[in-house]
């Protein structure tokens, strides 16, 4: 999958994708997610604590404003895939 032969970034990158495909693109009620609603906040938030650990040592390079950019992008592909079927 990765041309990456590092370790840290696949095991990083794979997490982050974990939190992303498990993001909703509607609520509960049927509405579209958006950023003020609880389950894209917590998503936001997982997706900042994933760690990147680099010689032992964990760093989050991932901000909670990167974060909301990232589920927001999610949600938009999950919804524009939803709309071409």
Not at 40 to 55: E, I, S, T, W, Y
Not at 69 to 85: F, G, M, P, R, V
Request: aromatic share 8%.
């Amino acid at each position: 999958m990765f041309k990456s032969k590092s370790e840290a970034f696949s095991d990083w990158v794979e997490e982050m994708d974990k939190v992303l495909s498990e993001t909703r693109s509607m609520t509960t009620d049927g509405q579209p997610m958006e950023w003020s609603d609880l389950h894209f906040n917590q998503q936001a938030k997982k997706l900042a604590d994933v760690p990147l650990v680099l010689d032992d040592q964990a760093i989050y390079p991932l901000n909670e404003w990167s974060a909301k950019d990232l589920i927001q992008s999610e949600i938009d592909a999950k919804t524009n895939s939803h709309e071409e079927h």
